[in-house]
């Protein structure tokens, strides 16, 4: 029976395993998909995440990597379960961030939109905290590229609603 790892030491491989990940994409000249989402609750307020292992000062979107194969949708359900429990619904991509990493690596961050009922809770792992802010409301702890990301989400969700409006 093998023994838990306490949660310091998980928190500790996370930052190592994050840190050789990075170096090998870079060295590798890989390209990775991953997706972020914007999760909102009944009241409109987003759900924002601090990881352990990266910027952990830090409130961005929840996501995380695709698995080989794997659909943007699916992974989008997966990530934002194993991160804060919550399940999703109402599923929308709205766009794709591209970067280029030194070495020619490239990062493709597929932005998806989606909702739930549920409460996040974090692991204690992985996350830190998860909780729901207002969008007016929205921490001055923000990384820049989710509040970029949540600006897009709420031009597409107004161009989303003026089709709807003209049908």
């Given amino acids: 029976m093998a023994l838990p790892v306490p949660a310091f030491a998980h928190r500790l491989a996370l930052k190592i395993a994050h840190r050789v990940r990075l170096v090998y994409w870079r060295a590798s000249g890989a390209e990775v998909h991953g997706c972020n989402v914007v999760v909102s609750d009944n009241q409109g307020a987003i759900l924002l995440v601090r990881h352990s292992y990266q910027a952990s000062g830090l409130w961005m979107l929840p ?31 709205f766009g794709v961030d591209r970067t280029t990493f030194g070495g020619g ?60 409006g003209s049908e």
């Fill in 63 to 93: 996501g995380g990597g695709l698995k080989r194969g794997e659909h943007v949708a699916n992974a989008a359900v997966r990530e934002v379960l194993e991160e804060t429990g919550c399940r999703i619904v109402e599923i929308a991509t």
């Fill in 105 to 164: 690596s490239r990062n493709n961050v597929h932005l998806v939109s989606a909702a739930t009922s549920d409460s996040p809770q974090a692991d204690g792992r992985e996350l830190l905290e998860a909780a729901f802010f207002a969008l007016d409301a929205l921490p001055a702890e923000i990384t820049g590229a989710a509040a970029e990301r949540v600006r897009r989400w709420l031009e597409w969700r107004v161009s989303v609603e003026a089709d709807a």
